[in-house]
């Protein structure tokens, strides 16, 4: 009987357990009150915000349509008829659901207010980044501000003004600004209020720029924007925590930013950290080294030709600097030319390196981001971090934003753009009193329809562009800077390589005693060992004199600008799901 008992008292247990169970709310949705009650909680529901910054590859490809860069492509974007709204995408709004639902429900946690402002900090600042994206690329977005059920319906309405999308996004980056931790992270992988006040630079920079520069019209307070960057960078620069980075090698303190695995803490604020234990990895060797992986991207001509002399004279003052053959043009200039594309003694493994035209169309070949060794030519096991926000962009969201409102000094200049040529050599780092006609000639805008900005004669924020181009090349700003400055139409010119004296000519483009490359029309039967044949069609490849001059490539191919292109269609499939949305005008 006492066995029996026993029998019936674990049944009836049973029962009442799973009846208990029946009571729980299923495991796989998230019950707030069971998720935000502690700091780590809260810590660990902000760390699923982290998915929204960009990698490793995202960066390294951010350049590839700009004016600076030539791949084997043009992209359908700035091809004749070729982009329409059937290809449009990254309308996807899941991960402000996340965030939102965090900041419905954190203020219920049983911690210090200081604790749950921080973290409400860190979501805030998602949102920021998050909206920013969005606005950058389609203007006009719905703002939602608490996450939305199936049949809330203000999840089929129209667009917000971006006017009122980037206020919003302001606040957001003021509060995360004013609550977030103020503690440096070492591991520069962590969002802290240094990381916040960098990135507000970034966006009220662009803000102030779009709306000063944008095609036809200037928005309103745009100057408001620019004395909020100044505000947000000069809080950065006056902490003290972070420096540019130098060292007893000049000839590598700015490629060694971007060639380790270990973050440089100095200048990195916050960084896409690769770790090959952890197996986080990129895959820029693969990308810029492979001839049939990626996109082959090279820099042209008009970008290198804006690299001053080491002296801080002008390379484009020189009487022929177009017609100069490429081991002579590459001589003696800023320090981060040679750390940027492959020339003069550049090796690896202890073999000379020179452009190989196996990957490079232009003879400009970057090596900026890839490692010097060859085991990660051919697989995306790069375990070099990759900066997202860095000290050096700081000082330029700074110089430009002062420089834009007319109120850049000496003082100035001294703090920023100084400091920077310093680093990459320059003998004469002083401000210059007179414009640069190339930068003169190069920045105005032939093309578009009239715009404030036709004609940017300012010493001072040619200078500003100048050094941002090449302090900032391959990291993903260029196209968005010219979206910003209104010169859509930069995205035009043509694709211009190395000068070529004659066809059918060896070239040793390092000076090592060995040919590299010859231009040919045909291969010819003999070939010279090491030496690429690049094969002259007058199609995709031209020389700017038909048999001798500049390469051009892929001159065939046409191109086209138009206003409308300042921001991306919205892609077709959204429209039909709600019509309210509209689509950007113009585009098909």
Known sequence: MKMKNSIYLLLILAMMSCKKDLDLKPFDKLDPDNAFNTEQDLQLYTTSFYKILPDGNAIIR???MSDYMAGKDVNTFIQRDAYSATQSSGWSWSDLRNINYFLEHYSQAKIPDEAKNHYAGIARFFRAMFYFEKVKRFGDVPWYSKTMTIEDPELYKGRDPRTMVMDSVLADLDFACANIRNKKDNTCSQITRWVALAYKSRVCLFEGTYRKHRPGTQTPGYDNWLNAAVSAADEVIKSGLYTLNTGSDATMSYRNLFINETPNVNEVILAYVCNKSLRVFNDANWFFTSATYGNRISLVKTFTDTYLNIDGSRFTDKAGYDNLP???EVKNRDLRLQQTIRMGKYSREGQIAPPDFTYT????????FTMDSKATDGVAENNNSVPIIRYAEVLLNKAEAKAELNSFTADDWNST???LR??????????P???DPYLIDYFKDKTALPNVNANVTDAVLLEVRRERGIELILEGFRFYDLVRWGLGPLLLKPYIGLYVPAMDALMDLNEDGKPDVSFVKKTPATK??????????????KLSAGNSGNLIWLSNIERQWANYKYVYPIPYNELVLNPKLVQNPEWK
């Open 62 to 64: 951010g350049d590839v």
């Open 417 to 419: 753009i100084k400091l």
């Open 433 to 435: 009193v007179t414009a």
């Open 422 to 431: 310093t680093r990459a050599g320059l003998k004469n780092t002083e401000m």
């Open 528 to 541: 010279v060992p090491g030496v690429y044949y690049f094969l002259i069609d007058d199609d995709q490849t």
């Open 326 to 328: 490429f081991n002579e």
């Open 361 to 368: 169309y232009t003879g400009y070949q970057p090596l900026k």
